[in-house]
């Protein structure tokens, strides 16, 4: 008899936005720009359960304020199925993270994450 076919959480890429994409890479995505095909960053993400947890996101210093981790983490999110929750960390002692993931529609969770720094949460479902 044939397994069936798993229904559990997957992320779909490549995923297209208005001016980046992402691109599958092993454990994320590159953030390439549309406009000329660059990398201008990466998202790296597992996913355990029906958690997304994303572990990092880093954009190119030349490409930062134009949006693209801000277009990316919508695309990792919608691009995911199967998932109830998604997390992430702002690495201590930086402010700008904690309003990021607060924009991005995380909330903070109590107690610190890996490396002291404040866990997210968002509700997916």
Do not use: K, Q
Not at 9 to 18: D, F, K, Y
Not at 21 to 36: C, F, H, K, W, Y
Not at 45 to 65: D, H, K, P, Q, T
Not at 84 to 100: C, K, Q
Request: hydrophobic letters at 45%.
């Amino acid at each position: 008899m044939a397994e069936p076919v798993s229904d559990g959480p997957r992320v779909i890429l490549p995923a297209n936005g208005a001016r980046h994409r992402l691109e599958v890479t092993p454990g994320g995505a590159a953030i390439v720009r549309l406009s000329d095909d660059s990398v201008v960053g990466d998202v790296s993400f597992s996913l355990a359960e029906s958690n997304l947890a994303i572990v990092c996101i880093s954009i190119a210093e030349g490409a930062r304020g134009f949006g693209a981790g801000s277009e990316a983490i919508r695309l990792l999110l919608d691009a995911a199925s199967g998932i109830s929750t998604a997390t992430a960390v702002a690495p201590p002692g930086l402010g700008l993270p904690v309003y990021f993931w607060s924009r991005m529609g995380f909330r903070p969770l109590f107690g610190s994450g890996e490396g002291g720094g404040l866990r997210f949460f968002r509700d997916m479902r």
